[in-house]
């Protein structure tokens, strides 16, 4: 069963002359502009190649439904995400680690993002379980000792990378301009370091404020 799920996801057949290609480009622009300006509610393999200037069956030849029509949009989607993250030596400090990351968030916001937005949110819960099978890339992992007296480590980090996901959403929704503002990532980074450095708060009552090895994502 799985198999068979997996396989409703592949393209028919890969394209290998200029017109197939193009053929296959024009599925994939007519995808985005309906989910971008319509919603999934809105899309259609008819909407699509109607948009695509193709004929249905053309559709067909190379995509057996719609969903996998989303599931090789999403995957080129992720490999543009991949080329977000900058190269650089590993960081040696909780601020260098923590702008690092904000900073490939931030890029990943950017790199389409109302495709990226439709992605993350907007896709019925089934639909969306099914494109995840490439998980969507998220900030580089660092060293999980940079940070200290954090009970629970894993679920600081869930907290820290919600939260900040949630504010370059919004940015992106009310003031996109702030993607590019080196001040807005400044304060993102400020809000991430004073929740995560906890050097000065007082352990509860009982226990002992101990990091938990886990791997941070913020």
Known sequence: M???RRSALLP?????????????????????????RSGWDR??????AERAGVNIASL???FPNKAAILAELRRRHLEQLRGCHAEGPPPKTLHEALSASVGTLIRQRKTNG????IFEQE????SALGLAAAASPSAPAWDPSLVRHV?????????ARTAVQAVIDEAAS???????????KAELVTLLERYLDRRDVVPPEGGRAEATRGEPTA
């Open 43 to 48: 899309l259609t393999t008819n909407a699509i």
């Open 151 to 159: 009970p629970d480590l894993e679920l600081a980090g869930f907290v």
């Open 114 to 117: 109302e495709l990226h937005r």
């Open 12 to 36: 028919r057949k890969r394209p290998r002359q200029e017109r197939s290609r193009a053929t296959v480009e024009a599925i994939l622009q007519a995808t985005t502009y309906i989910l971008t």
């Open 123 to 126: 896709l019925p819960r089934s």
């Open 2 to 4: 799985a198999k068979r």
């Open 174 to 184: 009310e003031r996109p301009e702030l993607l590019d503002s080196p001040r807005f």
């Open 60 to 62: 067909y030849q190379y």
